[in-house]
């Protein structure tokens, strides 16, 4: 589900943004959970609580936290009241839970489930607008 994450997050160069493939890989993952009928709202729920999950991991930011597997179920399992009700949603956070391995990888999934729910939020307007009356 998330092939686009084998090469990490972030690009190696000095200025380490996230990578083009992260970008686009939310476009995907938007309309996938948009089709799977996710709200935005629970998106954003999980993208906040992983953000203070991230600040209670590393409250410095000095990037020096090692994730292990042990680290990862403990913050899956602070999610799954939010993502069991949506087996879409909870398979697509697990896949990206595999991939974080440092705080910054954390952030990087908080800003990912961001972007994903803005996303979605414009998916729902979208279809939601209704065609003038003649």
């Not at 686009?24 to 998106?43: N, Q, T, W």
């Not at 600040?55 to 292990?68: E, H, R, T």
Request: aromatic residues 6%.
């Amino acid at each position: 589900m998330v092939v686009y994450l084998k090469n990490g997050w972030y690009t190696e160069t000095e200025t380490s943004r996230l990578r083009s493939q992260v970008m686009d890989g939310a476009i995907d993952v938007a309309g996938m959970l948009y089709r799977a009928g996710v709200p935005a709202s629970s998106i954003a729920k999980i993208a906040m609580k992983l953000r203070s999950i991230a600040s209670l991991i590393d409250p410095a930011m000095q990037k020096n936290v090692v994730f292990d597997e042990k680290k990862r179920h403990a913050i899956a399992a602070r999610l799954e009241s939010v993502t069991d009700e949506y087996p879409t949603l909870h398979g697509f956070v697990d896949d990206c839970l595999e991939h974080v391995h440092s705080p910054r990888d954390l952030r990087a999934f908080y800003l990912h489930l961001a972007h994903i729910g803005q996303m979605v939020q414009l998916l729902s307007a979208a279809t939601h607008i209704t065609q003038p009356r003649a």
